[in-house]
Each structure stands twice: as structure tokens, then as C-alpha cells.
């Protein structure tokens, strides 16, 4: 698989499917979750309760991943995952590189060649950049998959930067 990385907005990314780092809800939020939500529209909204009224009353899972229509995004499909809040004092690394795999396996059963990823649980869940840059690649890199192509897409320009870093490493 094609793993690149790009600086930019998730939701312009013309792909098959876009990750969302949503919160367990499902119901969207602030940063990722709130964007994939406002752009993508109501429909996202309308498949996730429905998705908590059959199957997740109590909400999605840290580290599990379940999908939906994209609504208005340049996408099919939208696969939302919950990262693990960073904690100094537990090592919650596994359940952030199970966020990546497991959206991979939900995008790939949909038939899903291109998958635009943000950088889960670096935002307001407070995991250190750098890290979760490894944490990502080392599943991307490594994954066996139907899926052809993982974009990782940085939000600003010293995320960007970070990461290369960290990629070149």
C-alpha cells in the first residue's frame, strides 16, 4: 500500500473513504469529528444514530471502527474510529495502532482502494505528535490489505513538518 503524507483539510480529500477520529458517541464533536460532520452533513449524522440505536447504545468502542455514508464529502464513505485519550501513566500506544488497523479492515471490506486518515488522538485526546505519527505509520506501512493507497493528512504546517520527520526516521 502507498502511504503519503499531506498537509491539508480531511475534508477536501477526494477518496473512498475517509476516517474520522470521532468520539464514542458517534455524534459528533469538536475538531476532526465536528468538520466530518458539518462538511459531510446530515446524513452522516442520520446513519450514526441509527447505528447507535441498533448496534452501539453505548457508544463505539476506543480503538474499534464502523462506517457510514459520507453524505456531501468528496468521498463514499466515512470510517469512524475512536482514538485512546493519551495517558502518561498507561501505555494506550496498542489501542491507537488498533484505531488505523481496524479502520483499514472496515474500508477494505467496503471496497475501498484509497483511505484518507487524520492524525488520531493528537488533537484535543492530547497524544504527542511525533508518536502518534510513529503509531500510524507503523501500521500503515506494515498492513495487509485491499487498499491501495493511505493518506495521512496533517492539519497545519508544523504537523506536517513533524511528521516528515518522523517518516524519514
Known amino acids: 500500500m502507498l502511504v503519503t503524507l499531506l498537509q491539508g ?13 470521532a468520539n464514542s458517541s458517534l ?4 475538531g476532526v469529528d465536528g468538520a466530518i460532520h458539518r462538511k459531510g452533513g446530515p446524513e452522516i449524522l442520520a446513519e450514526c444514530r441509527a447505528l447507535r440505536a441498533s448496534h452501539y447504545g ?3 468502542g476506543t480503538g474499534q471502527a464502523v462506517a457510514t455514508t459520507a453524505g ?27 484505531c488505523y488497523r481496524n479502520a483499514l479492515r472496515v ?6 482502494r484509497t483511505v484518507a486518515f487524520p492524525l488520531i488522538s493528537s488533537g484535543i485526546y492530547g497524544w504527542p505528535v511525533d508518536d502518534a505519527v ?14 491501495e493507497e ?3 493528512i496533517l492539519y497545519d504546517a508544523a504537523t506536517y513538518r513533524i511528521a516528515e520527520q518522523v517518516a524519514a526516521a
Do not use: F
Open 150 to 152: 493511505a493518506r495521512l
Open 27 to 30: 455524534l459528533g464533536g469538536g
Open 58 to 60: 453505548r457508544g463505539l
Open 72 to 98: 456531501r464529502l468528496p468521498a463514499r464513505w466515512v470510517v469512524h474510529t475512536v482514538g485512546p485519550v493519551y495517558s502518561r501513566t498507561e501505555d494506550r500506544s496498542e489501542l491507537l495502532r488498533d
Open 107 to 112: 474500508a477494505g471490506g467496503l471496497g475501498a
Open 134 to 147: 510513529r503509531q500510524a505509520l507503523s501500521v500503515l506501512r506494515t498492513a495487509e490489505t485491499s487498499v
Open 9 to 21: 483539510d480531511i475534508t477536501a480529500q477526494q477518496v473512498d473513504a475517509v476516517v474520522n477520529a
